[in-house]
């Protein structure tokens, strides 16, 4: 079964830190731009911040950047977002999905191009 399995959420105070692993089965990640998103309730989805195939460049959006950084772990076909300085507005469900378009990451792309999606997991900041 192709699938992304996301991990690692949970609850932490403002200015903590955590660790998401989003790890792929049933296909290979080093071939792909694999992306973080998440969804707060009653929000929609958006995109957070995309791990490049092969060159090590990623992308993260402004709202996150300096404080997420997103990297990969081809061998363990794994991808990682370690998330610090967390904010209560960073509360949100957060899924990986893999960019079936493209290798290398410019922006998070279009949506219709991520594929694979899993389940999620729940990050909540709060004090």
């Known amino acids: 079964q192709v699938q992304f399995v996301e991990s690692g959420g949970g609850l932490v105070q403002p200015g903590g830190s955590l660790r998401l692993s989003c790890a792929a089965s049933g296909f290979f990640l080093n071939d792909y731009a694999v992306g973080w998103f998440r969804q707060a309730p009653g929000k929609e989805r958006e995109g957070v911040s995309c791990s490049s195939a092969s060159d090590g460049s990623t992308f993260s959006v402004d709202s996150v950047k300096g404080r997420f950084t997103v990297s990969r772990d081809n061998a363990k076909n794994t991808v990682y977002l370690e998330m610090n300085n967390l904010k209560p507005e960073d509360t949100a469900v957060y899924y990986c999905?893999?960019?079936?378009?493209?290798?290398?990451?410019?922006?998070?792309?279009?949506?219709?191009?991520?594929?694979?999606w899993g389940k999620g997991t729940l990050v909540t900041v709060t004090s």
């Open positions: 999905a893999a960019d079936l378009m493209r290798r290398r990451c410019a922006g998070m792309g279009p949506r219709h191009n991520y594929n694979y």
